[in-house]
């Protein structure tokens, strides 16, 4: 998987939902329990091959199929604007704002540099629409940070402080 869609979304974008999973580029989630609803998003192509614009967040019934879709532009919330300020890329120019999947160009993830901030905050207006609640009651599906050991605090006593 080029795209470390894998990655992507659960430790960068860190979605919320317990019932989620990644299968190849694309992101399935159960935001309600006892909803026949999934919430399915996967990257947004754009008229070139191996490049990508944006995510894709559609609302699917199983019998139904796709009930809603929206694609969320990187664009239009900011991802790579630090990004492609430090690398002089404007507006109008090519991969501006855009995921370049380049197997053999880079190691990095093709999103590297991308802030998520502003999608993130665009998925969970969508998802409180067609899911309501479901994002306040998820807990996140990944354990917080351990450390490799608890590390003991100093005693406080006057006499221990330095200026």
């Keep these: 998987m080029s795209l470390y869609a894998q990655q992507f979304f659960t430790e960068h974008l860190t979605l919320p939902f317990t019932q989620g999973t990644v299968v190849g580029n694309t992101y399935y989630a159960t935001p309600l329990p006892n909803s026949p609803l999934r919430l399915r998003i996967d990257f947004s192509r754009t008229i070139r091959e191996n490049e990508y614009g944006g995510l894709r967040l559609a609302v699917v019934h199983p019998e139904k199929g796709d009930l809603d879709a929206v694609v969320l532009t990187f664009d239009e919330h900011g991802t790579f604007t630090r990004r492609d300020a430090a690398r002089d890329v404007r507006p109008g120019f090519s991969g501006y704002a855009r995921i370049l ?9 093709p999103w590297h540099g991308a802030e998520v901030a502003g999608l993130r905050s665009a998925i969970e207006q969508y998802t409180n629409i067609w899911f309501p609640g479901a994002w306040a009651t998820s807990p996140r599906p990944w354990p917080p ?19």
Excluded: E, G
């Excluded at 999947?101 to 993830?109: A, F, M, T």
């Design 101 to 109: 999947d380049l197997r053999h160009y880079n190691r990095q993830p």
């Design 145 to 163: 940070a351990r450390t490799a050991r608890k590390v003991p605090t100093a005693p406080h006593s006057p006499a221990a402080r330095t200026r």
